[in-house]
């Protein structure tokens, strides 16, 4: 009940075990009952309704897991390496590591523990944006949950241990950097630009990109988003070319927005308006006066 007073949709696994969730494959379909019309998945069962999962889990003490993109979230799992694994970073390291040379921020976020000492983040999915699930696709022991999987909430048991609550903090959004990360293709994301070392901007190019990528964001579908991402892009070029702002920062933060369109049938189009946009910022820079409380870019 309390994931589902969260807002969070839930659905029943078999005591005991991570997988199988308590239903049948498509292959194993009955076709009667709730798929009386078609297969259903666990996925669009997965309820907040109190009288059901009073009901569901009387019958029997089922583990629970959350199905985060249907609960507006999206989990950061991170694993530790399997016995025989040659020795190396685990999960949590790749993911800190990888923190770094994107800019960050990795902020603390309401997080859960398994039951082979991983570690899984929560985090709040930016508004309008969709985002799957991945299997090591943002680092080799780093996995994602969003639509189309599932977490384990604290409590669920399996025969190794069980999951549990380490940091109640409420989720925090899902850094852009984050989002980035799991949406962009691989062949980009283990090459570029952006896997190099960016520096944070100061306060004043940090409310620039916040503002200009919150406008990205909100601009609905078909609602001239290709000028909103061109003046955006610019914009930002701009202040790179002036020296306030880090061109990689601000790449990455621009594709971030553009990810919460859910728009992979124009990624390559987009991209392209974001790259010559910000070159022509950086070819036109700002002229910044120094003003007390703003810093200029050595």
Request: proline share 9%; with cysteine.
């Amino acid at each position: 009940m309390e994931m589902a007073g969260r807002g969070w949709a839930v659905f029943p696994i078999q005591p005991g075990r991570k997988w199988p969730p308590a239903w049948h494959r498509k292959e194993n379909c009955p076709g009667h009952g709730p798929c009386a019309t078609g297969h259903v998945t666990p996925e669009s069962l997965a309820t907040t309704d109190p009288e059901v999962i009073a009901r569901v889990w009387a019958r029997v003490p089922y583990n629970v897991a959350v199905f985060p993109g249907k609960s507006g979230l999206h989990v950061v799992d991170c694993d530790v390496r399997k016995p025989g694994e040659p020795d190396g970073p685990d999960g949590w390291a790749e993911l800190t590591e990888l923190a770094g040379r994107r800019g960050g921020p990795l902020p603390e976020t309401w997080t859960t523990t398994t039951p082979s000492t991983g570690r899984q983040l929560w985090y709040a999915v930016p508004p309008g944006c969709r985002l799957a699930s991945t299997v090591g696709h943002i680092a080799a022991h780093v996995d994602t949950r969003g639509w189309g999987g599932y977490a384990l909430a604290p409590g669920s048991v399996r025969d190794d241990g069980a999951y549990e609550l380490s940091d109640d903090t409420d989720p925090v959004p899902l850094p852009g950097w984050l989002v980035q990360a799991n949406v962009e293709r691989r062949s980009t994301a283990v090459s570029g630009r952006a896997e190099t070392a960016v520096a944070m901007p100061d306060a004043f190019a940090a409310k620039a990109v916040r503002e200009e990528c919150d406008r990205i964001a909100r601009t609905p579908y078909k609602q001239g988003r290709n000028k909103v991402l061109s003046t955006a892009a610019y914009a930002l070029g701009q202040l790179v070319g002036a020296g306030v702002l880090e061109e990689t920062y601000a790449r990455v933060q621009l594709r971030a927005a553009v990810a919460t369109w859910n728009t992979p049938e124009s990624a390559v189009k987009d991209d392209g308006v974001i790259e010559t946009s910000l070159a022509a910022g950086i070819a036109n820079p700002r002229r910044i006066t120094p003003r007390h409380g703003t810093r200029r870019a050595a």
